[in-house]
């Protein structure tokens, strides 16, 4: 009998509780509440409040608009749907059937995160401990490489790095990072029974980073069109190649591949594309504008290059105003 993976959560919703806690915050800033006081007057800390606000954020039924002040737009109702939206991702491995995950925003995956590693006893023996566990594994420059839930781990002097083959789909870019990070955490610590290793924390934490990621945009209208057209788009930047699209799987990908910033990179250009739909702007309009100022950069010039004659024509006639006035003073 094939091993469950430990990693594969097909879905998850929110709790009943968590709902409860959203929708408490949501009429809350509804009412003209603004954080400080919704933690002030309920039973909730203020990670809690701050951390459901970044959820509610991504429903795209709150903003923020100024300091310490949020705006909240639509209905409870509304809410709820986009709700399920936000909590639902889906984690699998290589994707055999890729269209049924087209009705998804955002999809992450050629994830591999390094994973700094304390001072560990025997771990200079490790080969061996493998050999005596019944591990498997393929020797290789770096150290050992050992198999797990589908995914492949270097075991090194320094470090743990680990390569995943699998994808997350998702409603934002937010959401999809939240569940990966959530299921990185997991499988760490199944990593560490597997090994028999009492932690690889230091200091308390776990000191990790991304060393690959890249997070997708499925579906986007101009990925849409160079797949149609058959090109290839890599955009680079002073430190080298950060967005590309792919056509992965036929769901015509839009994606951010520096392992570093993907995250906000992939954001604004979500954003983007979303204010693009919200608030179409094509060249001929920006065109159309530049046009217009400079019409009316002429007009404004014509104006003034009149308005500099008068104002001299002025001040000759307040000259010669201010002569006579003298005279007549002088007269009397």
Request: net charge positive.
């Amino acid at each position: 009998m094939k091993k469950k993976s430990h990693l594969h959560t097909p879905q998850k919703y929110l709790s009943k509780k968590k709902s409860q806690l959203l929708l408490h915050i949501f009429r809350e800033i509804k009412n003209g509440k603004n954080p400080a006081k919704i933690i002030k007057n309920s039973k909730y800390s203020r990670d809690q409040i701050y951390n459901n606000l970044k959820i509610l954020k991504d429903t795209g039924l709150i903003k923020k608009v100024g300091y310490g002040t949020w705006e909240a737009k639509g209905s409870e109702k509304k809410l709820k749907k986009k709700l399920k939206e936000v909590a639902f991702t889906y984690h699998v491995g290589r994707p055999h059937t890729p269209q049924k995950y087209k009705n998804f925003s955002v999809r992450g995956h050629a994830i591999s995160v390094t994973l700094r590693i304390p001072e560990l006893r025997n771990w200079e023996k490790r080969e061996h401990l493998l050999r005596k566990n019944k591990i498997n594994f393929k020797k290789i420059p770096q150290g050992q490489r050992i198999i797990l839930d589908n995914a492949k781990v270097w075991l090194c002097d320094t470090s743990i790095v680990m390569y995943f083959k699998d994808s997350w789909f998702g409603y934002s870019v937010d959401d999809v990072h939240r569940r990966i990070l959530a299921d990185v955490f997991k499988f760490i610590t199944r990593l560490e029974n597997f090994l028999r290793i009492s932690t690889l924390k230091i200091a308390g934490r776990y000191k990790m980073k991304f060393s690959r990621r890249h997070y997708a945009l499925i579906e986007n209208e101009l990925a849409r069109q160079y797949d149609k057209e058959k090109k290839k788009l890599y955009v680079y930047d002073k430190e080298g190649l950060w967005f590309l699209i792919d056509n992965s799987y036929n769901l015509h990908e839009a994606e951010g591949v520096r392992a570093k910033t993907t995250v906000t990179d992939t954001k604004k250009v979500e954003d983007f594309f979303n204010g693009l739909k919200e608030t179409p702007i094509t060249p001929q309009f920006v065109v159309n504008g530049f046009h217009n100022l400079i019409e009316d950069r002429k007009y404004y010039a014509k104006n003034l290059k009149a308005h500099v004659g008068s104002i001299r024509r002025l001040a000759h006639e307040v000259e010669n105003l201010s002569k006579q006035v003298k005279k007549i003073n002088g007269g009397n």
